[in-house]
């Protein structure tokens, strides 16, 4: 499962949200064919979502495309991407 849209980690309170979360069911991963466990090199996957988010101010989607050099978001545009919330912070958030 995702959930989009987590601003407090260790909560599981939805009361405690500053916006509404978005929880999907995941059909498929596909981790990064040259990922490296050890020194977690490539450390990426593309997860595909049985039904779609759906984007707003705190929910959206990340281009990779060839107008964005990587690492650098669009102009005008702060991002803030995370990965795996509660796992990478044991609850601690």
Not at 44 to 53: I, T
């Amino acid at each position: 499962m995702v959930k989009a849209g987590d601003w407090k980690l260790a909560t599981e309170n939805p009361a405690e949200e500053p916006f509404p979360v978005q929880i999907r069911n995941v059909a498929a991963i596909a981790v990064h064919p040259q990922y490296e466990p050890i020194s977690r090199k490539n450390d990426m996957a593309v997860l595909v979502l049985e039904s779609p988010l759906t984007f707003d101010d705190h929910v959206d989607k990340l281009c990779l495309g060839q107008d964005t050099p990587p690492g650098q978001p669009p102009a005008g545009k702060n991002c803030v991407i995370t990965g795996w919330g509660k796992q990478a912070t044991k609850g601690k958030g």
